[in-house]
Structures are given as structure tokens and as C-alpha cells.
């Protein structure tokens, strides 16, 4: 486990945030190991939310993550909605 929290502090650039890096470790380039363990978590419990969502054939998260056009379809249902809710064009 150590060495999973060592691999990541390296490879997490330092840039990811400079004031949590200060605030943790008193240095804007270092990161801290406990935000590091921290973002590990968050990935595991992601991911297993996400082959869950998979599997189970969500069409919310399939469209999301698999349609190569939600970008522009995303944009356009919010453009249309805030036009209605301005009661504009």
C-alpha cells in the first residue's frame, strides 16, 4: 500500500492544485500522501460505479460517456431550455 501511495504522490503532477499542496504538505510542489490515498479511492469507487452503470445498461450514462455527439447535444438542450425559461428565441 505504501508503495501504491508513493507511486502516486510522484506521478501526480504537483500543478493539480498548489494551495491544497500548500495547505497539506507547506510546499505548493509537493503533494500530499493523504490526498493522494484519498484520489485513489475516489477512482476505485468510480469505477465500480461506472461498470455497474455499464452493465446494467444505463441509457443516461451510456449517452453521456459513449455518444460522441452529447457534447453538441448537451449544449443545445440547455441553449433551448434557458430560452424557454427567458421566454426568448
Known sequence: MLAAVAACVQSTPPTI???LNWQ????????SPLFCRHKQMLVRIADRVGE???REGNELFLNKHYNPAYPVVSLLEDRASHCRVQGGE
Open 52 to 54: 455497474t452503470l455499464f
Open 24 to 31: 497539506t504538505t507547506g510546499s505548493v510542489a509537493q503533494v
Open 17 to 19: 492544485c498548489g494551495c
